[in-house]
């Protein structure tokens, strides 16, 4: 089986650029962030701090949380209902931050990731994949960008949805996030020794898109 392993900070375009990647490779995709997404909402509807170890570690149990593939678009249900849109919000993201960090969520999540890298060809993007959920994938790509080119395309995107937003509080967000992933303690963001490192900070979506696909395929055609 092949495994590619994409990681990188919030509102680098990994998952967009990984949907278009699997979908041209036949791979599967696995949206690992729409895991996490999915427990910070479900914690948040619980009216539970995401920061409260304790409080979301009890509410897993009642956490039931399946992907599928429909019309090539990938979908992920939390007990039972497609939260998929939902689990977008900035809130949600924020809480999907703060829910990454406790060890209980990450061992919840490892397990379901490893067992369908096993079986299939996979491309799994989030901020851990390369250094411990697939520590041995076969390729593996940090993707990255300035604080600043991804709070702009953010902010590009929110105004295109009528969201009044403003550009310095998208970027405070994105550096607040940033913060967050890479100083928890429990598998902080960062970059693989073995892996390749893709700024996309001064290219556009079809030359991010062409890059990554030439490094995918060149490492899975060098194992």
């Not at 939260?83 to 406790?102: P, Y």
């Not at 369908?116 to 994949?129: C, S």
């Not at 790509?141 to 604080?147: E, I, N, R, Y």
């Not at 898109?209 to 490094?215: G, M, N, P």
Request: net charge negative; with cysteine; proline share 3%.
């Amino acid at each position: 089986m092949i495994s590619v392993a994409i990681d990188g900070p919030s509102g680098a375009g990994k998952s967009t650029l990984a949907k278009r990647l699997a979908k041209e490779l036949g791979y599967v995709y696995v949206d690992t962030g729409a895991m996490y997404r999915s427990i910070g909402l479900y914690t948040l509807r619980c009216g539970q701090d995401p920061a409260d170890a304790a409080a979301v570690e009890a509410l897993l149990p009642q956490i039931s949380l399946r992907l599928a593939l429909i019309d090539g678009t990938q979908h992920i249900y939390l007990n039972g209902e497609d939260v998929s849109e939902a689990i977008r919000a900035e809130n949600v993201g924020m809480a999907a931050s703060a829910v990454a960090v406790h060890p209980a969520v990450r061992s919840f999540l490892l397990e379901q990731q490893r067992g369908l890298a096993r079986t299939q060809n996979v491309l799994m993007d989030g901020r851990d994949i390369g250094t411990v959920v697939l520590p041995n994938a076969t390729v593996k790509v940090f993707l990255t960008a300035s604080a600043e080119s991804r709070a702009q395309r953010r902010w590009n995107e929110l105004r295109e949805k009528g969201s009044s937003d403003d550009y310095d509080t998208v970027l405070a967000d994105i550096r607040r996030r940033d913060y967050q992933d890479s100083h928890r303690a429990a598998a902080p963001l960062r970059q693989a020794a073995d892996a390749v490192l893709l700024d996309t900070s001064e290219l556009d979506l079809e030359q991010s898109f062409a890059a990554l696909r030439r490094i995918v395929e060149q490492g899975a055609a060098g194992k």
